[in-house]
């Protein structure tokens, strides 16, 4: 059964720094790594895809990369803002009941002014 | 283009009541699919469709129907309503190796 973990749970860090946050999924059969951000009280939305082929996504500040077989990926987010600041969920779409995404539990990101 | 909609935002009902929550998305997406998100558990995936006419059960199918009759809508039913069943409700939809799209949950209480 396929396992997402992300660590940390919780993350403060002053405006302006780089930072990365960890995923990682007991399963490498997987199609593709999807990384989503959730403000309080949303929905989920789409940061960035990342197909099993590729090794990173680059979005802005945002990039992530995929390594299946050591099973992990990291979304890095450069020179934080005040607004970055939501939790951050990391997803994988597995090759063995390709219609389920297994989520990790989150990691909830403030930047500090 | 409005994405994926669902309603209503917010809903309390009594023990045993029933109740459908809509979920409709626009952009001609053949999978779509139910989650419920709740503390320390994450996002659970409950009922999932390939297309119209085809549903399947994702982890946490028990006391919930649905249907896919077109391939817009994808309504998930509480046929008997449980205190367990409070939860934030997410439908999402996406076209086969794409990105998954969320709406923006319904917020349900069992009281």
């Known amino acids: 059964k396929q396992e997402v973990t992300q660590i940390p749970a919780a993350l403060s860090v002053p405006e302006g720094e780089n930072l990365v946050l960890n995923c990682s999924f007991t399963?490498?059969?997987?199609?593709?790594l999807q990384w989503f951000r959730q403000d309080p009280g949303k929905g989920l939305t789409s940061l960035l895809l990342i197909q099993s082929s590729q090794r990173e996504q680059t979005s802005g500040r945002l990039n992530a990369s995929l390594d299946k077989s050591s099973g992990r990926s990291t979304l890095y987010i450069a020179a934080s803002q005040p607004g970055d600041s939501a939790t951050y969920l990391c997803?994988?779409?597995?090759?063995?009941?390709?219609?389920?995404?297994?989520f990790g539990q989150g990691t909830r990101l403030t930047i500090n002014p | 283009n409005a994405g994926v909609t669902q309603t209503p935002k917010f809903q309390v009902l009594k023990t045993g009541q029933s109740m459908t929550l809509q979920c409709a998305q626009d952009?001609?997406?053949?999978?779509m699919s139910w989650y419920r998100q709740d503390p320390g558990m994450g996002l659970r995936l409950i009922h999932y469709?390939?297309?119209?006419?085809?549903?399947d059960q994702g982890e946490v199918p028990n006391g919930y129907n649905v249907s896919r009759s077109t391939t817009e809508d994808f309504p998930l039913r509480l046929l008997s309503a449980a205190p367990s069943q409070t939860s934030v409700y997410f439908c999402a939809s996406r076209l086969q190796g794409t990105e998954a799209f969320f709406g923006q949950g319904t917020r349900l209480t069992v009281v």
């Open positions: 997803a994988v779409w597995g090759i063995q009941g390709a219609q389920k995404l297994v």
């Open positions: 399963d490498s059969a997987i199609y593709n």
């Open positions: 469709s390939v297309g119209a006419g085809i549903t």
């Open positions: 952009m001609n997406h053949e999978y």
